[in-house]
């Protein structure tokens, strides 16, 4: 075989692969994330059960966070097939924010949902031994509307004890809509070609001056080329 013919043959195989990537990229693109801003306060250093210290050296607890988001028809689900999303660990740390920049960002795992619920747990991350639990909230049903500002979530401590009781964790959420995605629950695509159309905010296709229809594609000679009279 002719370095020709095997040049072609590669040229056609990475193609081949190429196109298979692209297009499998585009398949994985969901059309929106949720945010959420956490604070967190455990004064007394304090797990599920006594204290988050093993070795005397240690300060406190080395806390951080899971987050479990499933589909609101469900009261409980171990599944998160929504979205999950692990923290990273704050070491020593009574209390924790993260909002603003530093807010959390979980990754849908599917289109979303009219209603979600979600779980927050906080863990010791310990080093030679398991993790300690220290607490876990969950949330009442919650509508997703991306129109909707940052919003605080009602949440339930679910295993309540004696050590963890002072325990206090807030959480809120908002949904926001990736790029070229608009609507409630970001279902309606939208990009503009910059030749025929743009988008406005609710995602509606907006006609360019000698275009018109529903997708923008009815083209008007005449405002391209003058017509001749009576045209």
């Not at 050590?163 to 309606?188: P, T």
Request: net charge neutral.
């Amino acid at each position: 075989m002719g370095r020709y013919q095997c040049n072609n043959i590669l040229f056609a195989l990475t193609f081949t692969l190429l196109s298979c990537y692209f297009r499998h990229s585009k398949a994985q693109i969901l059309p929106g994330k949720i945010y959420l801003e956490l604070f967190y306060a455990n004064p007394w250093h304090k797990a599920k059960y006594g204290r988050c210290e093993f070795f005397p050296h240690e300060k406190g607890c080395d806390v951080f966070f899971k987050i479990c988001i499933w589909n609101g028809t469900t009261f409980s689900s171990s599944h998160c097939d929504v979205g999950r999303q692990t923290t990273e660990t704050f070491e020593d740390a009574k209390t924790v924010v993260l909002g603003g920049e530093d807010y959390v960002q979980v990754p849908l795992r599917t289109f979303p949902p009219p209603t979600i619920r979600l779980r927050v747990e906080a863990w010791d991350k310990d080093r030679l031994s398991s993790h300690d639990h220290i607490v876990s909230f969950v949330s009442e049903a919650v509508e997703l509307d991306s129109r909707a500002p940052l919003r605080t979530i009602n949440l339930l401590k679910i295993d309540r004890t004696s050590d963890n009781e002072d325990v206090e964790i807030k959480v809120s959420l908002k949904l926001e809509c990736a790029s070229h995605y608009h609507g409630r629950l970001c279902e309606i695509y939208c990009q503009p070609d910059f030749k025929s159309y743009t988008c406005d905010s609710q995602g509606n296709r907006v006609c360019y001056p000698g275009f018109a229809g529903p997708m923008c594609n009815m083209k008007d000679y005449c405002f391209f080329e003058p017509c001749a009279p009576f045209a």
